[in-house]
């Protein structure tokens, strides 16, 4: 390639970068103001998702508390956890963060 054409192909390179940068920027400008607020259950707080509980359950599961994890995931009317209603999070929650406290 002669070097006039190399300078050139640079330039519209750089140009193009330039113009994928200004994109980028743009998309996250707009995702930023498309994200959606966290939904307030109560002033402070935000509502649990799943993913939330499946972690601390997982904790206590391998901290050895595997069964009783199971069982209180049935005393909530789940055969699973992502048959947990959702209203329910919270206070699934707390009773498994108080699981294997003595008490």
Partial sequence: MKEETLVKVSGEME???KALLKLAEAL???EE???PEPQ???PGSTK???EEVRKVAADK???GFTEEVRNL???????KLS???AAKYEAFLKDLEVMGHAG
């Fill in 83 to 85: 048959g947990l209603d």
């Fill in 61 to 63: 599961a391998r901290q």
């Fill in 28 to 30: 996250r400008a707009k």
């Fill in 33 to 35: 103001t498309l994200a």
């Fill in 40 to 42: 307030k259950n109560e």
């Fill in 15 to 17: 140009t193009c970068g």
């Fill in 73 to 79: 995931i049935h005393r909530y009317g789940a055969e």
């Fill in 48 to 50: 649990l998702t799943l």
